[in-house]
């Protein structure tokens, strides 16, 4: 398959000390593919996330983006092209709940007619049809969440990242919204940080486990609990999952 995202080499060191926080990352990940980044706090999950629209530079290296490099790209027009969820929904709370799915639409200027039938179209796939007059305020952590995959995907992105969007969540809620997401996703390219193993197995074809600012495994995620490496066995152990 083509490629969506692409890091050649790339290191980023802390700007204030100069320390290595990602050491020399080769990670290829195809168009439509979906892949979970885990690993312990501070292994470089989230900055390789931030890599992929431009919030983080590489001090050495190079990021492509559907094989452009980000040198070569216009950064405000990229992210508005990928979705984005994050923990805690990140709404607007002084806006409604339409207004917040429509913020990239309006964004792009689509037309007023255009931006109704998107938002009221993302809303019914995650199950608020009638909330669009809403206030975050009034919703559930989960409602919110809900809200914030519809604003994720109401302007069909090519790529989708996230970034532990669940976490904040009781199990139960959390379960039902990775099956939503799971079943929205369709052929988005999907980045998806967690630190939960059994959530990366659920909602990405492949895992990546980061290690000190390096990559130490990289398997399907059926192969995943199979790798000969010390860390994935103590992720296995730790998320009760019989290898």
């Avoid at 092209?81 to 429509?102: C, E, K």
């Avoid at 790529?159 to 039902?176: H, K, N, Q, T, Y």
Wanted: charged share 20%; proline share 6%.
């Amino acid at each position: 398959m083509p490629s969506a995202i692409e890091l050649r080499g790339v290191s980023v060191n802390a700007p204030a000390t100069g320390d290595p926080i990602l050491r020399d990352i080769d990670l290829c990940i195809g168009a439509g593919e979906s892949v979970a980044l885990i690993g312990r706090s501070g292994a470089g999950k989230t900055t390789t996330l931030r890599l992929m629209n431009g919030l983080v530079r590489p001090s050495s290296g190079a990021v492509a983006i559907h094989g452009v490099s980000l040198d070569a790209t216009d950064i405000v027009a990229l992210r508005r092209r990928t979705g984005y969820i994050i923990q805690g929904s990140g709404l607007f709370p002084h806006r409604t709940v339409f207004d917040n799915v429509a913020t990239v639409p309006r964004l792009l200027e689509w037309d007023e007619a255009r931006i109704k039938r998107a938002v009221d179209d993302a809303l019914a796939r995650v199950g608020l049809a009638r909330f669009g007059e809403r206030r975050p305020r009034s919703l559930s952590g989960g409602e919110q969440q809900r809200v914030g995959i519809a604003r994720a995907i109401v302007a069909e992105p090519s790529i989708l990242l996230c970034d532990e969007p669940f976490g904040a969540l009781d199990p139960i809620v959390r379960s039902e919204l990775q099956d939503t997401f799971v079943a929205l996703r369709g052929g988005v390219t999907v980045v998806f940080v967690t630190h939960d193993l059994a959530e990366a197995m659920r909602v990405a074809q492949r895992i990546v486990l980061f290690d000190g600012g390096r990559i130490v495994a990289d398997a399907p995620s059926h192969a995943f609990v199979d790798q000969p490496v010390p860390l994935v066995r103590q992720f296995v152990a730790a998320a009760r999952i019989p290898a």
